[in-house]
DNA sequence: GTATAATATCATTGGTTGATGATATGATGA
DNA sequence: TCATCATATCATCAACCAATGATATTATAC
């Protein structure tokens, strides 16, 4: 057996897809796809709480999809690379042709934008 | 406030990029980008357990990112659309600037592919 | 029919993650 | 200096997910 690539690789790139994969971090990023907004911007488009946001927001950072700077009181958040932009684009357009397959997907789910009220989990259902 | 887009949109976006952000998924992914296979050669390919393996190609079909055929006792599978290839591409791509950054990023981690020794995790270092 | 190979299903469980709330830091203006 | 606004940090804990192991199903060959 020998792998199809280095599994250290698949882990970075999953990882990457991660920061796309939570509902609090995507809304972020695409709030910021029109252009740089204030934390307080996103914020309010979003809907998220303060804390969440920015927790949100330093991993966004730490893994170099977004870029910060500081404006006087605010700090300036815009996406770091145009590909941040196209993934996001890219994973709109997929979705409109698999979304019913997604939705019903149910071995895993997301945990509802900014929210603990998740929805029920259905695992298993009985045949 | 008025949200950025559709709350239930996002989560979808969000559960669709889960596909591809765990590592026995994603590995699976990419072990078909060029051309599909049968299970037992994604099982080569990727070395993940059998009742792993198929618990997430269950997952992928049901989500649309990839289909299933039965061709005698084998069941081929292959990637649903391109975009699917094109988002490993982009995300491939993207990492390769990034990669640095995502790779110390604390907040959170995946396992590693196929095990379930995972590395220690550093969650919050001390300044 | 029986045996065996290929794949699927499913319950269990340990480790991980994300939201919260409290607090800390930093920047501006009075 | 003090007050206040903007943002960041961090510990806690409930909820979730993925790997495993056992078992079930389906297909072929004999």
Redesign the interface.
Known sequence: ?????D?K???????????????S???IL??LRHGPLTVTDIL????LSQSNAS??L??LR????VTAEQEGRYVTYHL??D??G??LE??????S??????????????P???TTKNKAVLRTLPK
């Open positions: 057996m020998f792998l199809t690539s599994p690789a698949i882990d970075l790139q999953a990882k990457l897809f991660r920061g796309f994969g939570d509902p971090r995507l809304s695409t709030a309010e488009k979003t809907g927790n949100h330093a991993c730490d893994c170099g999809l770091s690379d590909r941040v196209e993934l890219l994973g709109e357009s997929l979705l042709d698999v979304a019913r397959g997604v939705y019903e997907c149910t071995r895993y789910n997301v509802s934008a900014g």
